[in-house]
């Protein structure tokens, strides 16, 4: 099942629209955030009739596992370059799982955006096959691995074996099965994909439930996988962020990722 | 005039607030954005009955200037740490202004946040009496720096005699006039208040839109002072992102923001 099926919905009435969670996307049972990020702004391209997600911004509510749901699309604002949506996403029994805003546009092809500053470069990554691919497992790491392509840099797996790098960074590939061309919706799934850079710190490795993710996508990537590195620079209070930076394959920023996250607790 | 009573807003029907923009607050025309934030997380915050925003996240539709506004809060989630709700800003002639959603709760005593991880400190800036008072004028600076007290180090002040420091970072202090506390609600404000980081480069000194802007407050702030830092790094196909970080005068992170950008134009 590529991407595109997973995260299908078509329009039951206006602005209305229905898709189907399937099994296999979640983290302890918990549906992936980016998954359901990605659901969503497809509901919302759908309705603008615009092709790539500009600014995506969720809050999540509550946590669920597979099974239908629905998507409910608001339209806020269309003008020439951009429009913007509000959107909510519910299980059949009317469970409010998260909700989101979404400005949305026009990117132009690959490679074509203007740079005029530049404070960073793509994660010095080996080539994928020479990095580490997270399987798949009934806990962690989750189910959801075997949906997605992440190939993590060899030096910050070592959380994998018990043993944390210190720093809390992961960096990697990520790439569809077969082949699926990453388009600037699976960017969004992207910025939620990788193990949270915490893992490499003490913290436990548990679920670490996303509360707020915004992505900012900046381009439509090249072919290839596309490089990502996740940081997470404060753990206080609670709460903790994780920002990522998505590259593609050429070297172009395609995509700027934030989101709050609780800290994760040992079960 | 204060914060408190600029932002104000009052209860007209059931999660229906009423607000009023005084003339003062704008950047050429358009009224602040951080400013609109803070109004609409305090609709928010007295709908929900939190003291605290945790997260909130604005996708802002059309800019104006001073007058009557209404804001309408959709609460979503309510739970014992938590609450989530949605919430839209409108003129009275019905034009939207901005979107937003808004995860609140209660943060401890300043100091109080349990510091885990902290990969960062304060940036180093000079007593706030060294520093560079922003002076409000007609265009640039705008009006709006007479609202608030914006003191930058004195390092990043160059663009404003035509020599930009060639780095996108703008730091200094932040404080409310009349030694009017800085709550958790005022750091929505800071996250939006200083010249933006770009100005330090060679992009023109015009209206810098924002598109969508997310505040993480992590803790109240201590009294006195905020020290703010914000960074530019990519500025890619009309777009830029502003990252900025926010510490208390005792040293502690108390928000994390960042916003998406319009580059600005030369008029």
């Not at 490679?111 to 010095?124: C, I, K, N, Q, R």
């Not at 990095?131 to 989750?142: D, G, I, L």
């Not at 436990?204 to 381009?219: D, M, Y």
Request: charged share 20%; hydrophobic share 40%.
């Amino acid at each position: 099942m590529t991407l595109a099926e997973a995260t299908a919905v078509h329009m039951t009435t206006p602005h209305r629209y229905a898709g189907t969670v399937p099994p296999g996307w979640d983290i302890a049972g918990a549906t992936n955030g980016g998954y359901l990020l990605t659901t969503v702004a497809r509901a919302v391209l759908a309705d603008t009739g615009r092709p790539d997600p500009i600014a995506v911004s969720a809050h999540y509510l509550v946590a669920a596992g597979p099974g239908p749901v629905t998507v409910d699309v608001q339209p806020l604002d269309d003008r020439r370059r951009r429009a913007t949506a509000s959107a909510s996403m519910r299980r059949d029994d009317g469970t409010l799982l998260l909700a989101a805003l979404a400005t949305v546009g026009e990117h132009g092809a690959p490679g074509t955006a203007e740079v005029l500053v530049e404070d960073g470069s793509p994660p010095l990554l080996p080539p994928p096959k020479e990095c580490v691919r997270v399987p798949p497992t009934e806990t962690f790491p989750p189910p959801f691995m075997g949906r997605v392509g992440v190939l993590l840099h060899p030096d910050d797996t070592s959380f994998m074996h018990g043993r944390p790098s210190g720093r809390a960074v992961m960096r990697g590939w990520f790439e569809l099965l077969d082949d699926e061309p990453i388009t600037t919706l699976a960017l969004l799934l992207a910025a939620d994909a990788f193990p949270p850079a915490v893992f490499n710190t003490t913290l436990p490795i548990a679920w670490t439930p996303t509360v707020e993710l915004t992505v900012q996508v900046r381009g439509r990537p090249a072919p290839g996988p596309v490089a990502c590195v996740f940081r997470s620079r404060f753990v206080t209070g609670g709460y903790l962020e994780a920002d990522g930076e998505i590259w593609d394959a050429d070297g172009d920023l395609v995509a700027l990722s934030r989101q709050l996250a609780l800290v994760p607790r040992a079960s």
